[in-house]
């Protein structure tokens, strides 16, 4: 009887469509089955460092409902400065600058408990991918404080901030590598299964034009995409999942019910799908 092989997952960046990366985790789960490598991607790098620390996709999910599921109680916590000082504040209040939200106070708001402390810790081997604002080139962060690294990768300019890491201006890692495929390929993982939720743009129910903000994600997410489908080409996923959450805006938040309702179905896709391409090895 042949060994079964090593299992690599990419989980890519979506914001709050990413919330759908649950789903893909109670897959695993369900049918006894762990990942031997993570790369995440903004809002997948802190699910998968969450799951790669030893979290179960239940408690990942209990956790990001008792954060985001009450509106009131996130508004709480969002704008709550907290006892303890060694928290950063997730949002940056200052007269000469535009309001922002802290990227690593954002992290250390969501982040679940049994999170571990650094990227090298987790029990699962895991890779961060952010972007170098000045050298315009993916960094993968394998060590170091886990926080930091998931604040660097969420970091979109404009909304998040974070803190420089090793000196360096780090940003959203979507821009160069939107779902992390190869870092999973380069680590000679025998299957990968990678989770697209960019999204693309999609009409709204107005007979009015798009506007400005609305371009810009929307141009931002065809980028993003085109990258993802070359990085798909490269890579060759065996199973590349691509959730129907499209009509989730970026900042849905709010909407997790809605989100993992929507995401629903691949659960049990995934699990067919695994399971005949493991009993096939």
Excluded at 131 to 145: H, K, L, P, S
Excluded at 163 to 168: A, T, V
Aim: with cysteine; glycine share 10%; net charge positive.
């Amino acid at each position: 009887m042949t060994s079964q092989p090593t299992i690599g997952l990419a989980l890519g960046g979506g914001a709050a469509r990413g919330i759908a990366h649950i789903v893909v985790l109670e897959a695993f789960d369900q049918l006894g089955i762990k990942p031997d490598f993570v790369a995440g991607c903004s809002i997948g790098a802190l699910l998968g460092a969450a799951y790669a620390s030893g979290m179960s996709a239940a408690e990942i999910r209990d956790h990001t409902l008792s954060v985001l599921g009450t509106p009131a109680k996130a508004a709480r916590q969002l704008f709550w400065s907290g006892s303890n000082r060694s928290a950063s504040r997730p949002i940056n209040l200052s007269f000469s600058r535009p309001i922002s939200l802290n990227g690593l106070g954002i992290v250390q708001l969501v982040s679940p408990p049994g999170m571990a402390k650094r990227v090298e810790d987790t029990l699962i081997p895991l890779a961060i991918s952010t972007t170098d604002f000045y050298t315009a080139t993916e960094v993968t962060i394998e060590t170091g404080d886990l926080e930091t690294a998931v604040a660097a990768s969420i970091a979109i300019p404009g909304l998040f901030s974070a803190p420089k890491l090793n000196g360096k201006v780090l940003i959203d890692g979507a821009y160069t590598n939107p779902v992390p495929m190869d870092q999973v390929r380069r680590k000679g993982c025998g299957l990968l299964i990678a989770v697209d939720v960019t999204g693309t743009p999609r009409p709204q129910s107005r007979t009015s034009d798009p506007g400005p903000t609305e371009l810009l994600l929307g141009a931002t997410q065809i980028l993003q995409k085109q990258i993802t489908k070359l990085q798909s080409e490269f890579s060759k996923p065996d199973i590349l999942i691509s959730p129907n959450i499209d009509h989730f805006g970026a900042h849905d938040f709010l909407k997790i019910k809605e989100i993992l309702k929507a995401a629903e179905p691949e659960r049990e896709r995934l699990k067919r799908r695994l399971e005949r391409l493991l009993s096939g090895m």
